[in-house]
């Protein structure tokens, strides 16, 4: 008989369900001439299973064509919208049959999209019932695909008044599940601990969907500790709170490799307190990931931490605790490893949505991308005016309007011999990069080409080169993977761009995008989709606009810098970390001047109209970040830096501050009221919780 809670759907043209025998196995009945065919599907546990019962799903194929093959799979919630949760990607081939690599599932919690500072979609991956999960499997050489689908059942946690409180995967993590709320009310849980007096953290509020229960994971504690948790309920603005359940922490594994946490300057008087998280992303360097992401308070005490198998880029922490991060494995259509996966995941380190370089190819082609397809499909040496997409480069950000997604991605392209001055005597590989924005579902919808704008003022101009004169060659850490170098091409690819930061801009509903190496930030006309795409300024030294210099700076512009962004949801001003690498390349070789040795913290406000900038904030850091770096303004009006890659002279390695400023009336400087040394890290937030990240 059919196992309990399963039943089985095949799809291959017509759409017809169909019941099947046997335990979780899904095979359909193929027409004759098919060439693709699912053969089973396989979950690593009999349903029913509880919410947040990990399961891992195992899918086999067949293809007679010589593939390769890829799967996607799709979830649907109980009463919800389908989403796909990994796109396709090529599976693993032995005696004839395909495989898929392994989806991870687990239903956890309500994950929300964020749009500026609200929620516009609620994805429900963690009620019970029954879910429907589907399996394309497609040959994209010959066209053809094959579907089936499959449904397992998941149970509450809690069946009686009273919540209850499991552990899940990272012991720093609790899943808290609550009886089910009234429609039209909300529902958060508010945590403290259970021996000290400190403020309690609160989730976000979660819209109540009745009948089913409700379900969060709670971080942002710290290990080997017990707390105290509620639900609190609010109903046309009265809040009622819940039973009280207790949840104690574990201990951080030995396995994980946690940063040290030096106080230099510790939280005081002029700290902002309200803002007590901050999140760290330690960089990845030779293909390794050195250590874990973290979360600390202001005394760099771990609350939460996140360290998956393979090297990552965490890019963004989002509403509703999740992450936005790129990370390395194998994709198909690429023979590198290296930033190939775009992957949101939850506080527990569970995957939510997954895209690859490989699908990101095939969608851009679609759209007429000729410059977007894989480095794969080219011959070797390449020949002038081939380019293809390497790898996720940098960031992504998931503030555009209705939880649409944007990354960008590096694009090799070959130009003639001596462009950009190369003196090589070969054709010359020169690295540019897409801003690529993906819908609900992260499939492409949009996308921007630097070399589509490289023609000359007012856009870019090809043949003006780094201004440092950056280069890459292969296997360089900071570099993208390079897939064109080799015989035939010039030993080192000219790094042009170096793109590092996306900020979408709602006032205006388009793009600013900092690009390093030219010393710019871009304005892209978005428009929600709708613009044209070309490039409205420049801003930098040498671009559109002049420079307000209110305090006769010998330098004012930046260079070289890293997260740029609109505060206060776009009115402004623009927070900019100034790394200065062109600045102190002017004034290191004559001695030093003020200001003109070390990173600055900035903060712009911007006259479109007269195409002018005047500085609100122009702080020397006392430390050179020679890469790396972030800026935010805080809730109280302080600022946060971090200068993100520091030679320690008397360590002889490579360090990384986070700091905290209290601006001084009057003046466009400010003094240190927070700072911590820790690894070398490519970006760090300071935030309220976990829950609450800031919208730049």
């Known amino acids: 008989m059919l196992a309990a809670g399963v039943s089985t759907l095949c799809i291959m043209k017509s759409w017809q369900p169909l019941s099947l025998l046997g335990l979780l196995v899904a095979l359909c009945a193929a027409p004759a001439d098919a060439t693709v065919q699912i053969t089973s599907i396989l979950p690593s546990a009999v349903p029913p299973q509880p919410i947040g019962k990990t399961i891992t799903w195992s899918v086999t194929a067949t293809d007679s064509n010589p593939g390769p093959l890829t799967f996607q799979f799709t979830v649907t919630p109980p009463g919800g919208p389908p989403a796909v949760v990994i796109d396709f990607n090529t599976g693993k081939l032995s005696s004839g049959t395909w495989s898929a690599q392994p989806f991870v599932w687990a239903p956890n919690a309500c994950v929300g999209a964020a749009e500026n500072s609200g929620v516009v979609a609620l994805t429900c991956q963690g009620i019970e019932g029954r879910y429907q999960i ?39 993590v609790a899943l808290f599940s609550a009886p089910s709320c009234a429609a039209g009310s909300f529902m958060r849980v508010s945590f403290q601990q259970q021996s000290l007096a400190t403020p309690a953290t609160t989730t976000n509020w979660v819209p109540c969907h009745p009948p089913a ?46 940063p040290t946490i030096a106080v230099n300057i510790a939280s ?36 939460w931490y996140y360290f998956p198998a393979q090297p990552i880029t965490l890019t963004r922490p989002l509403l509703n605790g999740t992450m936005l991060t790129i990370q390395s494995g194998q994709a198909w259509n690429s023979s590198a490893t290296r930033d190939q996966f775009l992957r949101q995941v939850d506080l527990a380190g569970n995957l939510l949505r997954e895209t690859n370089t490989g ?123 390079m897939l064109l170098l080799g015989p035939g091409i010039g030993t080192k690819a000219l790094d042009w761009l170096h793109p590092n930061s996306i900020y979408y801009w709602p006032q205006t509903k388009d793009i600013l995008w900092s690009i390093k190496d030219q010393d710019w930030i871009l304005k892209i006309d978005y428009n929600n989709g709708a613009g044209t795409g070309n490039i409205v300024w420049r801003m930098g030294p040498g671009g559109d606009f002049a420079f307000n210099n209110i305090n006769n700076d010998p330098y004012p512009w930046f260079s070289h810098q890293h997260e740029v962004g609109i505060e206060n949801y776009g009115a402004g001003p623009m927070t900019i970390f100034d790394n200065g690498n062109t600045r102190i390349s002017v004034f290191g070789s004559s001695g030093c001047m003020p200001n003109d040795c070390n990173s ?40 946060f830096f971090q200068p993100g890659v520091v030679f ?23 003094n240190q009221v927070l700072n911590l040394q820790g690894s070398v890290s490519y970006r760090s937030w300071q935030m309220s919780s976990l829950y609450n990240p800031p919208i730049t």
């Open 134 to 172: 589907q399996v394309v499997a497609k040959d994209f050489t010959s066209g053809e695909s094959a579907t089936k689908m499959v449904s397992f059942l998941v149970n509450p946690l809690v069946t009686g008044s009273t919540p209850v409180t499991t552990a899940t995967g990272n012991p720093l």
């Open 213 to 258: 229960t409700m379900n969060f994971e709670i971080a942002g504690m710290y290990p080997s500790t017990a707390y105290n948790m509620f639900a609190q309920t609010t109903t046309a603005g009265k809040i009622t709170n819940g039973p009280t359940v207790t949840f104690t922490t574990g201990a951080i594994p030995s396995k994980v490799p946690i």
């Open 268 to 303: 005081g008087s002029h700290t902002d307190t309200a803002d007590p998280v901050l999140v760290m992303d330690p960089s990845a360097f030779g293909g390794q990931q050195v250590f874990a992401n973290i979360a600390t308070d202001l005394s760099g005490k771990v609350i």
């Open 359 to 481: 699908i990101i190819q095939q969608q851009l082609l679609a759209k007429g991308a000729v410059e977007g397809g894989p480095c794969s499909a080219i011959a070797s040496p390449a020949p002038v005016g081939s380019a293809c997409l390497g790898a996720f480069h940098h960031d992504a950000v998931q503030t555009f309007p209705n939880g649409y997604t944007a990354v960008i991605v590096d694009i090799e392209k070959i130009f003639p011999v001596g462009t950009q001055g190369d003196t090589s005597g070969l054709p010359v590989d020169i690295i540019g990069a897409m801003i690529v924005v993906l819908d609900t579902n992260w499939q492409v919808v949009w996308y921007f080409n630097a070399f589509q704008h490289a023609g000359g003022p007012p856009q870019l101009d090809i043949s003006r080169a780094a201004i440092l004169g950056e280069t890459c060659v292969i296997n360089e850490p900071g570099c993208p993977p």
């Open 600 to 639: 600055r913290g900035m903060a712009l406000t911007i006259d479109e109209a007269k195409r002018q900038v005047t500085p609100v904030l122009s702080q020397d850091l006392t430390y050179y970040s020679q890469a790396d770096g972030s800026a935010q303004l805080l809730s109280n009006g302080n600022y």
């Open 648 to 670: 320690d002279s008397a360590k002889l390695t490579d360090v990384a501050f986070v700091l905290e400023l209290f601006p001084t009336a009057g003046t466009l400087n400010a």
